[in-house]
């Protein structure tokens, strides 16, 4: 069973979110109870890091796309970086790539 990590780390007024391994009907709801204690936390700007994400299935878009939905109702934004070609043509062929602003780096999320 691969085991899911979830790492935040505070940047400039940014939580990050470092996940790793796999976000799928098993792990997803760790990585939704992750996302919700940040924003009833008052953190409402975040990035989620999934550079270290092996594979995610539509459990795991649907915890992302319930993590904007809460964080935009807040105020707020929420950013991914994904350049893994699996990971990423996920986003792609859902469409996704066009509802998230997805970028390749933390620091280019961090930016803008």
Partial sequence: MIELGLEVTEHD???VLSVSGE??????P????????????????I???????????STG???????????RTNDGDLALV???SRVLKVFEIT???????IHGSVDEALAG
């Fill in 13 to 15: 007024g940014w939580s």
């Fill in 23 to 28: 976000v799928d009907v098993a792990t997803a």
């Fill in 30 to 45: 760790r990585l939704r109870e992750r996302l919700v204690t940040l924003v009833n936390d008052g953190r409402t700007r």
């Fill in 47 to 57: 990035v989620v890091d999934l550079e270290r994400v092996d594979f995610i299935d």
């Fill in 61 to 71: 878009l649907g915890v992302l796309v319930g993590a904007l939905k809460r964080v």
């Fill in 82 to 84: 994904c350049t893994g």
């Fill in 95 to 101: 469409g996704l790539t066009k509802v998230f602003a």
